[in-house]
């Protein structure tokens, strides 16, 4: 079954740093990945999608992610962050089998200090 | 503008009640979901539909309930034989076949007393 998995439940750094949330998928073929942004108490919002076009895909609010086919990996990152990225972030893999829902990692907090 | 909406955003109920959760949306999709949200553990699947009329049990389908009966409409009733109802319910949709993503809604508070 494929799964995806988020390596650091919470991640921190300083206004102005390089942010970087991993992910890493597991899938016997190049699947759809996405990562999505919540705010607190709010529902979830697409940041970007992979969906087997250019390697490198950029998103909303200066996001970014690279798919890496031979790590299994679609890391997010943000050159630089800011207070307002501050937020649950989630990977999510599309299943191979057409008709099903989407699979979720467990999520990363960012926390972003001044 | 086109969306999901989830009313309300908050519900409070006592203990052994039954509650219904409305998800309505106007993107033309297909297909809809529900996920239930608690601090640490993601997005669980609790039931999801492809077609009017059709659905299909996730992964903590028991103590929920679901109809299909119109393409805007997916409903959630937690009925009380859900043992621990009190989480944050997400509810999304998308077009078929899902490659390009789900949207969500805002989401519902549900506590029960």
């Known amino acids: 079954a494929q799964s995806v998995t988020q390596l650091g439940s919470h991640v921190s750094v300083s206004e102005g740093a390089l942010v970087l949330l991993r992910c890493n998928y597991s899938?016997?073929?190049?699947?759809?990945l996405f990562w999505y942004v919540q705010y607190p108490n709010q529902g979830l919002q697409l940041l970007l999608k992979?969906?087997?076009?250019?390697?490198l895909v950029k998103g909303i609010n200066g996001f970014e992610a690279e798919f890496k086919k031979s790590e299994t990996s679609f890391h997010l990152t943000k050159p630089s962050a800011h207070m307002s990225d501050a937020a649950e972030y989630f990977c999510?893999?599309?299943?191979?089998?057409?008709?099903?829902?989407?699979?979720f990692g467990k999520g990363t907090t960012l926390s972003v200090s001044s | 503008d086109g969306g999901i909406t989830q009313s309300p955003k908050y519900l409070f109920r006592k203990e052994g009640q039954n509650v219904t959760l409305s998800c309505e949306q106007n993107l033309n999709h297909d297909a809809m979901y529900w996920y239930r949200q608690d601090p640490g553990q993601g997005l669980r699947l609790i039931y999801y539909?492809?077609?009017?009329?059709?659905?299909q049990k996730g992964d903590i389908a028991e103590g929920y309930s679901v109809s299909r009966e119109k393409k805007e409409s997916f409903p959630l009733t937690v009925t009380s034989a859900q043992k621990n109802p009190t989480a944050f319910y997400l509810c999304?949709?998308?077009?078929?076949?899902?490659?390009?993503?789900?949207?969500f809604g805002p989401g519902t508070r549900l506590t029960v007393l």
């Open positions: 899938s016997s073929v190049p699947p759809y």
């Open positions: 992979y969906t087997s076009a250019a390697t």
């Open positions: 539909s492809q077609i009017v009329n059709d659905f």
């Open positions: 999304a949709s998308s077009m078929s076949g899902g490659a390009m993503g789900q949207f």
């Open positions: 999510a893999v599309r299943p191979n089998q057409a008709g099903t829902a989407l699979i």
